[in-house]
């Protein structure tokens, strides 16, 4: 069974359709790039997954949690959406640390808070993960005295203490400075060599080309184009694909 099944996803806001009909898989330990022009619908699309927006019609599966547009009511809706977030890290391009938190306690909240972890056990994979993406130093720290690229690892780390199945990331290097790219991307392709899923939306082309498994190309709100990405990035079979990579590479 794949990792997320999305089937004929719709999102209208007011007069305008940021997604039209869009189905696609990601398998499990997959990395999926989504990549095209500004305003495609590529953010929308990720909060669709994880219930931060709710979309109008169609059907996301995630494991065995599936959220779709019926008849079900509110009730039942609340109580999938909440199944959903559990099963689901997301990490921002603006990191969302609480900045009156030190890095230590902005990664065990959520693990005591939704989980009902003891304090104890929170702490100790919270210091684990910190470590993992090279923060061992600055536990103790505020989110104000962090680098970008620190704070995103630090967020990353944090989304990773609720163990959850799949990583999404909404451009998670938009905000840094170039210098620091390369650290938040290290963090990604080790979870990759890892077997995390992880969809990303990114403006990195050299990252999608290196190392997803699979490229999806949005267009106007439109799924144009999923394939490997040598065949995205080498021979692309719809023309608004290769308009959009020589605008750009």
Same mark, same amino acid.
């Given at each position: ?54 979309? /109008? ?83 103790? !720290? !505020? ?25 999404? !990331? ?49 267009? /106007? ?29």
């Amino acid at each position: 069974m794949s990792a997320i099944s999305v089937s004929h996803l719709g999102k209208r806001f007011d007069d305008h359709e940021a997604l039209r009909d869009i189905s696609f898989d990601v398998e499990v330990s997959e990395l999926t790039a989504i990549i095209g022009p500004s305003g495609c619908g590529k953010s929308t699309l990720l909060r669709c997954l994880n219930g931060l927006e709710l979309f /109008d019609r169609g059907r996301v599966r995630l494991g065995q949690i599936t959220l779709e547009m019926n008849d079900n009511g509110q009730r039942e809706l609340q109580t999938q959406l909440r199944h959903l977030r559990e099963e689901v890290g997301m990490v921002f391009q603006s990191f969302n640390l609480f900045p009156h938190l030190t890095v230590l306690e902005n990664a065990v909240l959520a693990p005591m808070v939704v989980k009902k972890q003891a304090r104890s056990v929170a702490e100790e994979k919270a210091r684990a993960l910190l470590a993992k993406v090279g923060l061992r130093e600055r536990m103790d !720290y !505020y989110p104000s005295q962090l680098s970008g690229g620190q704070q995103q690892r630090a967020a990353i780390a944090r989304a990773l203490t609720m163990e959850p199945k799949v990583m999404l !990331y909404d451009e998670p290097t938009s905000a840094l400075d170039p210098s620091l790219v390369g650290e938040v991307l290290g963090i990604m392709r080790q979870l990759d060599d890892e077997g995390m899923t992880q969809v990303v939306v990114t403006h990195e082309m050299r990252f999608a080309r290196e190392v997803a498994d699979k490229v999806l190309v949005l267009h /106007d709100g439109e799924l144009i184009e999923a394939d490997a990405p040598e065949v995205i990035f080498s021979a692309p079979k719809d023309e608004r694909t290769r308009a959009f990579l020589q605008s750009i590479l």
